[in-house]
């Protein structure tokens, strides 16, 4: 039973560029969060998908969106990359209401 | 969510127990305490949570306090694996709403030989 997948899982960009990453959440989860870790934090929480909506935002600008297929898996786009924006992205999925989010591997962006 | 504090740092002898501590006096009773930890440059595992109990399973125990304000991960004996960040979360679950993660700094683990 393969986990949480992320692709890919290092990424290099300019500023002004935009960027997609993409999650395949564990086989049978529904519901897939996207996180961002700073160099030295923790991670921190930019949304939740579920039923191919936006269910729950963190503190993140619109220039940060996402989409969620019919399969379950998920896209986070990133639009105008600051430097700012380095960092490593996760992925988490679950079952809407359940217990425990099991993380990806993320994916690792630079902003240059 | 209610906040959590945790030390910086800690370290362990390889074979003795860690044990490190979690404070959440703002904790509600409808709160869980859940701990991560994140190996360097992977992503968070899930360890063990728990609402008002004791918990034990493979990898670790938890312990909460009755007043439940505090809690303990014990990890019974240590490897030089185990050397990650440790997160104390506490959060609600929600039937139908999300239930999502909010992370501090935790709390960096040493496992010394």
């Known amino acids: 039973d393969a986990g949480v997948t992320q692709s890919p899982t290092h990424l290099i960009k300019t500023r002004g560029q935009q960027v997609t990453l993409r999650c395949s959440p564990k086989?049978?989860?529904?519901?897939v969060s996207w996180y961002q870790q700073a160099l030295g934090q923790g991670p921190q929480f930019i949304f939740q998908?579920?039923?191919?909506?936006?269910?729950q935002r963190g503190n993140f600008p619109d220039r940060f969106s996402g989409h969620q297929f019919p399969n379950y898996s998920s896209e986070l786009n990133v639009n105008a990359l600051l430097l700012g924006d380095s960092a490593l992205y996760l992925c988490?999925?679950?079952?809407?209401?359940?217990?425990?989010?099991?993380f990806g591997p993320g994916t690792r962006l630079l902003v240059l | 969510d209610a906040k959590t504090t945790q030390p910086p740092s800690m370290d362990c002898a390889e074979g003795r127990a860690a044990n490190l501590p979690c404070n959440h006096s703002?904790?509600?009773?409808?709160?869980?305490v859940y701990w991560y930890r994140q190996i360097h440059s992977q992503g968070p595992q899930y360890i063990i949570h728990?609402?008002?109990n004791n918990e034990t399973n493979e990898m670790a125990s938890l312990i909460i306090t009755e007043d439940r304000k505090s809690s303990t991960l014990i990890l019974p004996h240590a490897t030089l694996r185990d050397t990650a960040v440790y997160y104390c979360?506490?959060?609600?679950?929600?039937?139908?709403?999300?239930?999502?993660?909010?992370f501090g700094t935790g709390t960096r683990l040493t496992v010394i030989p």
């Open positions: 988490a999925s679950s079952l809407l209401g359940a217990e425990t989010q099991y």
């Open positions: 086989s049978g989860h529904d519901t």
């Open positions: 998908y579920y039923e191919e909506e936006e269910r």
């Open positions: 703002t904790i509600s009773g409808n709160e869980y």
């Open positions: 728990g609402l008002k």
């Open positions: 979360i506490v959060r609600a679950l929600m039937q139908t709403g999300a239930n999502n993660l909010f």
